[in-house]
């Protein structure tokens, strides 16, 4: 089956490391999302990718990092700059051309500062 | 800057009732919206999209509406049941390809 694989599912950060959320999809979509969400909330762009080696800064992309060096792959690293990073991390992919522009989405990594 | 808005922030409706979410967005040249549905701890899932030369399509048990005079959408979810329970938001695209914006999410609470 095709789809976009978040792991892990929830992740534990100690102040001052940095995690590496992944993400990873088979749908062949040139375009790759990573969105923010904190209680209560809508949905934040933090980074997006829409062709391999390259990749835009979203609104609250400070304390973040990302990489796409596949087009199956866009992990997202939440560094030690990121001061408030608890929160629900969604990975999304969409095609750019040709008909639906909806993205899918992944299941979610829940990371937790302890 | 643009930005997709919701009236409400929660709705709570009997099982069986029809269930109507409504959506503001901003700018005029949006071109394509979709409604998601996100169950709690989930990623959102897709639900339904219009283009901006339509103004009604029906799904399953859905039906999204878009007046573009009043830049107006709605969900609407025909003998809403217990399951459709969840945070529903809009979302808005400009130009084929780009980035879809948002909006802040209703959560849909079905009582039995």
């Known amino acids: 089956d095709g789809g976009i694989t978040q792991s892990p599912k929830y992740l534990f950060r100690k102040e001052g490391q940095n995690v590496t959320l992944s993400c990873e999809q088979n749908l062949n979509h040139d375009a790759m999302y990573w969105y923010r969400q904190d209680p209560g909330q809508g949905l934040r762009l933090i980074y997006y990718s829409q062709i391999v080696n390259d990749f835009q800064k979203g609104d609250i992309a400070e304390g973040y990092s990302v990489s796409r060096e596949k087009k199956e792959s866009f992990p997202l690293t939440v560094t030690s700059a990121q001061k408030n990073p608890t929160a629900f991390y969604l990975c999304?992919?969409?095609?750019?051309?040709?008909?639906?522009?909806?993205?899918?989405f992944g299941s979610g990594t829940r990371l937790t500062v302890v | 800057g643009e930005s997709v808005g919701l009236h409400l922030p929660t709705l709570s409706v009997q099982e069986g009732d029809n269930s109507i979410i409504n959506c503001a967005y901003s700018n005029s040249a949006s071109d394509y919206f979709i409604w998601y549905k996100q169950e709690s701890g989930k990623g959102p899932q897709f639900i339904i999209d219009?283009?901006?030369?339509?103004d009604k399509r029906q799904g399953q048990r859905v039906t999204v509406l878009l007046n573009k005079t009043v830049k107006h959408l709605s969900l609407q979810i025909a003998a809403t049941q217990p399951g459709d329970s969840a945070v529903y938001f809009c979302a808005e695209s400009i130009n084929q390809g780009g980035k879809l914006i948002f909006g802040q999410g209703t959560e849909l609470s079905v009582k039995p």
């Open positions: 219009i283009r901006s030369n339509m």
């Open positions: 999304a992919s969409s095609i750019l051309k040709g008909g639906n522009y909806g993205y899918t």
